[in-house]
């Protein structure tokens, strides 16, 4: 039986492996031009940046919207910004089917959001990132890299948008998928994995990010713990979603944790007996 250390330190290794790698891929912290609608019920185009302005039309969910980075930088020192449970987002000026206005930048998303009918992270990765080719020494990141010990299996996929799996399973955990994203923020990809088919029934248990710790049962009376946590701006009057954790028992333990790591976030599910 492994011990609870050497178990440990095999989950230190493997995030200290993605911080790693990321390091290694600064061209995929850089702005993207093209973003997606992240909220299932559309994001509104507004004609000012105001939420009381006009509304030129709804940008359904998936679908894309193009920004020019100047008019961005433009914005934010103008000091438009909005607030979206308690923290501080900005406003950007995008084109969508040649119609112009003004949307809020954390309902949108530069990675596509998933199809209706995906089930897990991986399934959605699958959906539109590429891999790399498999020589580190070409400067490019192994396509996979595998090891089994003490009856664990653990693989790795870097896609060429920056993105980066890690899947594991055997001994230890029945299962765990995690997936670094560059070029975003926690809130974004809260949005975004709330349409992941094994989490859908988890996210419609609790609708708003309250600060702190929440505790919530589903129609079986299962209970689910949420931690919420804020970190403070650059106003005081600001937070910024640093990470949310929830943790359930439906038969088995199970815990989905998006969090940052750096000018990264990832996105954690592990489930186990």
Known sequence: MVSLKTFIHKKTWIFSFLAFVFSLNAFAQQMSKTYYASLSEGVKLYESPSEQ???????????KVTVNNSDVGKLAMLGNSAVINGARTYWMKVTHNNVKGYLIKDNLATIQPPKENTDKLSDWLKQFAQPFANKWESGKISESLSESEYDNYISRQIFQNGMLLTVTSGYDVNSSE????????????????????????VFKLNTVLHEGTSSFKDSEGNEYKWEVLYREGEKIEDKILQSVAITWNNGNNNTLKISTLGNDIVVFYETTL
């Open 53 to 63: 302005a006009n509304v030129l039309t709804t940008v359904t969910y998936g679908s």
């Open 178 to 201: 995690s997936v670094q994203i560059p070029n975003t923020n926690v809130f974004a990809v809260y949005n975004l994995i709330q349409h992941i088919g094994s989490f859908k029934s």
